[in-house]
């Protein structure tokens, strides 16, 4: 089930694969599948860091090249801001060295995810990722102007609150005007957290081929334009 996720993304013209030493094994798993599938090297692998300190910092950094298989990761995070400076300090240097193509950091708790701006703007970075969804639209004041600002590319995570969207919509149709662009309420998320103009790219988590087949059809197609995300807002908040 799990490979097939994975096959389905990349069949998709899909690429990224998000990953962390802290979510239970899943480097380890994504990696296994990765190779075994044969396509180490053909998807954008984004991992991240969380532990404390100097040697432990470092072991976490290493084993994860081990647990992916691969000798040059695409993104490497500091995990919700642990360790900031320290972790960037080797990031960068490994950065030169060509273990990483792209640094950055991450957040996703939206009542904190502010404290990313500084480091954006002091720190050269590549990646920023935090919350962003048509519910918690807090990153539209901060983070995604300082994210454009300065130059930095956006990773959205959360975007369908966890699943918690799903809810409000059970049972009902996406509405008339969001036909032209979105043919599920999987879509009309993405889309909307896509027509961002300082989003670069979005993570949902699914377990189930055909929701990725779903969530890759918001790669397709046009995307709303500013009257219709308004428009898609006031649905929403109306629910
Ligand atoms: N930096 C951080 O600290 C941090 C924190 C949280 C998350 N993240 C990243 O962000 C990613 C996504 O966040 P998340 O997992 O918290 O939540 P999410 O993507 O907002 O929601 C995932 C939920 O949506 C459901 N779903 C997905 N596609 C669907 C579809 N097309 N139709 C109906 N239901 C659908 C999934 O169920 P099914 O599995 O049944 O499809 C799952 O229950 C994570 O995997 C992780 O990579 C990072």
Same mark, same amino acid.
């Given at each position: 089930m799990r490979a097939e996720v994975i096959q389905t993304l990349l069949d998709s013209?899909?690429?990224i694969i998000d990953t962390a030493p802290s979510y239970r094994g899943s480097e380890g798993v994504v990696g296994d599948l990765c190779r075994d599938l044969g396509v180490t090297?053909? @998807? $954008?692998?984004?991992?991240? #860091?969380? +532990?404390?300190? &100097?040697?432990?910092?470092?072991?976490?950094?290493?084993? @994860? $090249?081990d647990l992916l298989h691969t000798d040059s990761i695409d993104l490497i995070q500091v995990h919700n801001l642990v360790d900031?400076?320290?972790?960037?300090t080797?990031?960068?240097?490994?950065?030169?060295?060509?273990?990483?193509?792209?640094?950055?950091?991450?957040?996703?708790?939206?009542?904190?995810?502010?404290?990313?701006? =500084?480091v954006m703007e002091n720190q050269k970075v590549d990646f920023a990722q935090f919350q962003y969804n048509i519910e918690e639209r807090s990153a539209e004041k901060t983070i995604l102007p300082a994210a454009a600002d300065n130059g930095v590319a +956006?990773?959205?995570?959360? =975007? $369908?609150?966890?699943?918690?969207?799903?809810?409000?919509? &059970?049972?009902k149709d996406i509405p008339e005007f969001a036909?032209?662009?979105? +043919? @599920?309420?999987?879509?009309?998320?993405?889309?909307?957290?896509? @027509?961002?103009?300082? #989003?670069?790219?979005?993570? =949902?988590?699914?377990?189930? =081929?055909?929701?990725?087949?779903?969530?890759?059809?918001?790669?397709?197609?046009?995307?709303p334009d500013t009257k219709e995300r308004q428009r898609m807002i006031d649905f929403v908040d109306a629910l």
């Amino acid at each position: 089930m799990r490979a097939e996720v994975i096959q389905t993304l990349l069949d998709s013209g899909g690429t990224i694969i998000d990953t962390a030493p802290s979510y239970r094994g899943s480097e380890g798993v994504v990696g296994d599948l990765c190779r075994d599938l044969g396509v180490t090297g053909k @998807s $954008f692998l984004a991992t991240k #860091v969380r +532990t404390e300190g &100097e040697q432990d910092g470092l072991d976490e950094l290493n084993e @994860s $090249f081990d647990l992916l298989h691969t000798d040059s990761i695409d993104l490497i995070q500091v995990h919700n801001l642990v360790d900031t400076d320290r972790k960037l300090t080797t990031m960068r240097e490994w950065q030169q060295e060509g273990r990483y193509r792209y640094i950055g950091i991450t957040h996703w708790r939206a009542g904190a995810q502010d404290a990313l701006v =500084p480091v954006m703007e002091n720190q050269k970075v590549d990646f920023a990722q935090f919350q962003y969804n048509i519910e918690e639209r807090s990153a539209e004041k901060t983070i995604l102007p300082a994210a454009a600002d300065n130059g930095v590319a +956006t990773m959205i995570n959360v =975007p $369908f609150g966890r699943g918690r969207l799903f809810n409000a919509t &059970e049972g009902k149709d996406i509405p008339e005007f969001a036909e032209e662009f979105a +043919t @599920s309420w999987g879509q009309f998320y993405l889309k909307f957290i896509l @027509s961002h103009p300082a #989003v670069t790219c979005v993570i =949902p988590a699914t377990n189930k =081929p055909h929701h990725m087949v779903d969530n890759a059809g918001a790669g397709k197609g046009r995307l709303p334009d500013t009257k219709e995300r308004q428009r898609m807002i006031d649905f929403v908040d109306a629910l």
